[in-house]
């Protein structure tokens, strides 16, 4: 009997001690405990506001150096790399006819020149024998006033005369026509010799050959490029910024660029152009960014990463971005009160790129807010504050 009674007391305090083990777990570990949570102060002082891109090195001012009419390159006297001054030629093209339409319309301007010499004697002689033509009728015409000679004689006098002015009108319109064939011819040559000067390729400005197209030989169409040109002092960054952080980006921003090739070493560069169209695939709006100091050994296409200042804000209060939340289409944070959560919703400004978020509104210096909870939060849920949240599998 004693037995049984011991037995039945060994059970019944296994089960209690089980219950109460139960009810351990299910309070701290199980969906009855408080879940975990983190904490961080709001804090006053200055925040900057920056975006991100990436993007690659490019020339703003870029040459491609090519012939307006079919031809055949005969030379090429530059290569990729090579430093050349304004005016210098860069490549030759074979003139085919060109030398010597240049001479025939030389020979038709000299030409020219001797039809008009010979035009102008013309006129000169025709000018004399008018004026003693003229001459000659009004001294018949005085004599037929005093009835010294017949009217017959006096009117042959004035068509003589008469003829000799149409001879001189002749010989100035033969002038005329003698130079207008030499500014014709002139002109004809000023055109072939500008045809003969295109097929000799100069540089435009002081620049640096970025690429040889074609060899001598080579047969090519009209601006089709023979070499390529850059002006190194136009480099400058053509940066892709997402367009949710690309709406505070202006003209003038301050820039911290970094290149593939030295990724320790920061640039400093400034905003120099926005783009008005956007990229509607990659959602990406196109951001131009110069050098204060163009770095040396940089190529053309290098990638970069390029952050550009947005706002600058002296004293303002921030928490933590992680603690921005969204609840009932309302943006703001969780308070604990005596254990417990609250949302309160708070008005946010920039946030930066280090993870800080401007409280405008909601907020004061000094106040907690919840960072991080082991699971989605809830209004007046219970919560225990830990340092760290170690999330499974960590």
Same mark, same amino acid.
């Given at each position: ?38 904490? %961080? ?22 040459? !491609?150096?090519? /012939?307006?009419? !079919? ?14 001054? !304004? ?23 000299? *030409? %020219? ?9 013309? &006129? %000169? ?7 003693? %033509? ?20 006096? =009117? ?31 002109? =004809? ?12 390729? &100069? ?54 660029? $970094?290149?593939?090739?030295? /990724? ?6 400034? $905003?120099?152009?926005? =783009? ?18 163009? /770095?040396?050994?940089?190529?053309? +296409? ?10 600058? &804000? ?11 939340? *969204? &609840?009932?289409?309302?943006?703001? $944070? ?20 280090? +993870? ?9 210096? +000094? =106040? ?18 830990? /340092? ?7």
């Amino acid at each position: 009997m004693n037995l049984r009674l011991g037995g039945k007391a060994i059970v019944a305090a296994a089960g209690i001690g089980a219950a109460l083990l139960l009810g351990w777990l299910a309070s701290s570990q199980g969906p009855l405990a408080p879940t975990k949570v983190t904490l %961080a102060k709001v804090e006053e002082g200055p925040l900057v506001a920056s975006t991100f891109g990436i993007g690659t090195v490019e020339a703003r001012r870029s040459y !491609a150096i090519g /012939p307006t009419l !079919a031809s055949r390159v005969a030379s090429v006297l530059v290569d990729q790399g090579d430093a050349v001054k !304004a005016g210098q030629l860069l490549a030759e093209l074979d003139p085919v006819d060109l030398v010597d339409r240049v001479a025939s319309g030389q020979f038709a301007a000299e *030409r %020219a020149v001797s039809a008009i010499r010979v035009a102008e004697a013309q &006129l %000169a002689e025709a000018q004399s024998r008018a004026q003693l %033509a003229r001459a000659s009728a009004r001294r018949y015409a005085e004599l037929r006033a005093q009835n010294f000679v017949s009217q017959d004689a006096s =009117d042959a006098k004035q068509s003589d005369a008469n003829a000799a002015s149409a001879a001189v009108d002749a010989a100035a319109a033969q002038l005329a026509v003698s130079r207008r064939d030499r500014e014709r011819a002139l002109a =004809d040559v000023a055109g072939v010799g500008k045809l003969r000067a295109q097929a000799r390729l &100069l540089s435009p400005v002081d620049g640096v050959i970025s690429a040889r197209l074609v060899e001598p030989g080579t047969t090519i169409v009209a601006g089709q490029a023979v070499v390529q040109l850059i002006d190194p002092a136009s480099l400058w960054i053509k940066a892709r910024i997402d367009q949710g952080q690309a709406g505070g980006v202006r003209v003038g921003q301050p820039a911290e660029i $970094v290149l593939r090739s030295d /990724p320790n070493r920061a640039y400093r560069g400034q $905003v120099e152009r926005v =783009d008005w169209v956007s990229d509607p695939v990659t959602e990406e709006r196109i951001v131009n960014v110069g050098f204060a100091a163009r /770095p040396e050994g940089s190529s053309v +296409g290098e990638l970069v990463e390029v952050t550009i200042r947005t706002a600058e &804000l002296s004293k303002v209060r921030s928490v933590p971005a992680a603690a921005v939340k *969204r &609840l009932a289409r309302q943006d703001g $944070v969780w308070l604990i009160t005596a254990g417990h959560v609250a949302f309160r919703p708070v008005k946010f400004g920039i946030t930066t790129l280090d +993870g800080h978020s401007q409280i405008i509104e909601g907020l004061d210096a +000094g =106040d907690e807010v919840v960072v991080h909870s082991e699971r989605e939060l809830t209004p007046d849920a219970k919560v225990k504050v830990v /340092p760290a949240i170690v999330r499974a599998g960590s």
